[in-house]
């Protein structure tokens, strides 16, 4: 898979949820998971943080949308829809929300 084509499948699979299915964004992750490739550019990494994001929302979804606060149910469509128009007009994700709870951190020193 190339980049342009997994920021804009991963942007569908986000706005399609957020627009049909924000209750239950499970479709489709799966396959992004395992059809992203590891060790590549950092152009790259805002397709993990979505992903990231996206499994957040599913395990929120799971959890009667407890353990993420401050994001709400009613927030994971709209937030869903940011990344999907930032990653179709390859953008940086910018939202503090996102990048905080969902961002990549760093590896500790001395850790694989």
Do not use: C
């Amino acid at each position: 898979m190339t980049y342009d084509e997994a920021r804009l499948q991963m942007s569908a699979w986000l706005e399609l949820h957020a627009t049909t299915s924000p209750d239950h964004p499970h479709a489709g992750y799966d396959e992004m998971d395992g059809a992203l490739p590891r060790g590549t550019g950092a152009e790259w990494n805002k397709l993990f943080v979505a992903l990231s994001f996206w499994d957040g929302w599913i395990d929120a979804s799971n959890h009667d949308w407890r353990y993420y606060e401050p994001i709400a149910a009613d927030d994971w469509p709209r937030l869903a829809r940011e990344i999907a128009a930032a990653l179709r007009e390859d953008r940086e994700l910018v939202n503090p929300t996102v990048l905080d709870r969902f961002g990549l951190k760093p590896r500790a020193k001395g850790r694989a």
